[in-house]
């Protein structure tokens, strides 16, 4: 009777205890211990106008070495500014006063940590002090708007003027195409409609209100990028000493080419009028 | 505590009537845990049977799982290039859901028809009510020793779970298919946390599930008519009431808990 019950309390115990070091290669090997492990630390604020999608317990690094965790993201109530408390090791604490705090991501899809890049001020942070000098996260957007020249200037509504332009033919311009001036953008379509009277199509381009010194005389073309891309308008600066104003009309246009009427010129037989009559009769 | 289920005619009626009589019975067995601490050594007995007895299915059941999680990880990432971050999602995902839902799942079917299989028998051949007759409280002596012993054994069986998968999972994934040894377990550590994954994931749910899938196998056990087909269709009752509460309940707790 004892044999078989000591050996199922063996059996019983070397289970627990099996067990138990399971839970401690699971929480020691598998999990970053240095996550949880709060040692002596110390707490500075710092406040950026845009801390994207940083979150709570989020790395601070300082060089790339992760010496902290974010501890508290808040909103100032009275100004839109977010408040963020970083809780950083007590043996880091000789951070000049004039360090730049930075919200940083890591990787192109990465989570977003904290990068202190320190100053060259004499006098260090102490716990509960502020780091002045922030630098927010820069959201997608806006870097690819700097990449491509667009961002925030065609939707600037206010902040715009707008110029009629009369083409015989826009190709597949529609609302919404950018205005480009040097290839850059500076405004979009606002509309695209046929004129009743004139038998023409009337577009009305929003300019952004930053390029207010074009001349009157200026030639508004529409253009494709690319072989297949989409259509824009394309405005070519004249030399007149009169500047568009809002409402005026370009008077120099040049319409789409179309590939009919390439292919026309090329061909002995082509018929530039037929196209002209179809174009006329559809509007 | 002996009392057999009244007959009702209506299916609602009588799974409201189950779950009524089990809630009951839970508190019946929680007001035994201080007379149970009597049988202390039955209650090892119990943890040896369906904890150390259930290691080996538990174990070769995880280390497969983690494996197949593996391989399928690997050949979805590598579209995109991530498989560096395979180790991490086989970890994440064993840990908050796979571990504790399979072990609770393999518990059910390895120790609580067992439980139920046996107490119902001793009902079935009268030995609960022997007991009472020498003022044994079957309660104290049968059903909570059982109970503590699935609760006990459930993190433990699934912490060993959790570590057979990760095992399997390096196995498959950078001994054969070659994903970097070093972006394994650093990707992992970097995003398992310990309070969310571990405490939260592991040891929270397969304790909840523990509780759930040993209530039921003890509720099912002494509530079967005393007949070899009473105990046959209490067994695969225990089977289908846990997988059904173990899914539901881990619903609610991610939703809770996450």
Redesign the interface.
């Known amino acids: 009777m004892s044999q078989p019950?000591s050996s199922?309390?063996v059996?019983?115990g070397?289970?627990?205890v099996?067990?138990?070091a399971?839970?401690a290669?699971?929480?020691t090997?598998?999990?970053?211990?240095a996550?949880?492990h709060q040692g002596d630390s110390y707490v500075v604020d710092a406040q950026f106008t845009n801390i994207g999608q940083l979150k709570e317990?989020a790395p601070v690094k300082i060089a790339g070495v992760r010496v902290g965790q974010v501890q508290s993201i808040t909103l100032t109530p009275d100004r839109d500014v977010a408040e963020v408390k970083l809780s950083i090791d007590k043996s880091y604490n000789h951070i000049p006063l004039d360090s730049v705090a930075t919200i940083f991501t890591s990787g192109l899809l990465g989570d977003q940590y904290v990068g202190i890049d320190y100053g060259s001020s004499k006098q260090t942070v102490a716990a509960g002090g502020t780091l002045a000098r922030t630098k927010s996260t820069q959201p997608l957007e806006e870097m690819l708007g700097k990449f491509f020249g667009a961002g925030g200037v065609v939707d600037n509504v206010g902040g715009s003027y707008a110029v009629k332009a009369g083409f015989s033919n826009v190709g597949t311009l529609s609302a919404g195409a950018p205005v480009k001036m040097a290839g850059v953008v500076i405004g979009s379509v606002q509309s695209v409609h046929a004129d009743p009277v004139k038998l023409n199509a009337q577009v009305v381009l929003s300019i952004d209100k930053r390029y207010n010194a074009i001349p009157d005389d200026s030639s508004a073309a529409v253009f494709t990028s690319g072989l297949i891309g989409s259509q824009y308008v394309a405005i070519q600066p004249g030399g007149s000493p009169e500047m568009l104003k809002d409402g005026d009309e370009m008077i120099l246009t040049q319409s789409a080419m179309q590939l009919e009427d390439l292919i026309g010129k090329f061909l002995v037989n082509g018929s530039p009028s037929d196209k002209k009559d179809a174009g006329n009769g559809g509007k | 505590m002996n009392a057999r289920a009244p007959q009702h005619d209506n299916v609602v009626t009588q799974s409201l009537a189950q779950i009524g009589q089990c809630g009951l019975f839970l508190l019946t067995l929680l007001a035994a845990i201080p007379r149970s601490f009597r049988y202390l050594r039955e209650t090892v007995r119990q943890l040896w049977f369906v904890g150390a007895m259930s290691l080996t299915i538990i174990m070769v059941c995880g280390l497969f799982v983690g494996m197949v999680l593996m391989l399928q990880l690997y050949h979805v990432l590598s579209i995109f290039g991530g498989t560096s971050a395979s180790g991490m999602v086989v970890a994440l995902s064993v840990y908050r859901e796979l571990g504790p839902v399979v072990t609770a799942l393999l518990f059910a079917g390895r120790a609580g028809t067992a439980v139920t299989a046996e107490i119902g028998l001793m009902r079935a051949t009268d030995q609960i009510d022997a007991m009472e007759m020498m003022a044994v409280d079957p309660i104290a002596y049968v059903a909570t020793p059982r109970f503590l012993a699935g609760l006990i054994a459930m993190p433990l069986l699934c912490c060993v779970f959790c570590a057979m998968a990760i095992f399997g999972g390096h196995l498959v994934g950078v001994t054969w298919l070659g994903v970097d040894n070093g972006t394994f377990w650093s990707n992992m550590t970097a995003q398992v946390d310990v309070h969310t994954d571990i405490v939260n994931g592991v040891l929270l749910k397969s304790l909840a599930f523990g509780a759930v899938v040993s209530l039921i196998a003890v509720f099912q056990g002494f509530t079967t008519p005393p007949t070899s087909e009473g105990v046959a269709y209490a067994t695969t009752r225990t089977v289908v009431a846990s997988s059904i509460a173990i899914l539901a309940l881990d619903f609610v707790l991610t939703a809770f808990l996450m």
């Open positions: 019950r199922y309390a059996g019983t070397l289970f627990i099996l067990g138990f399971a839970l290669y699971l929480a090997q598998t999990s970053s211990v996550n949880v317990r």
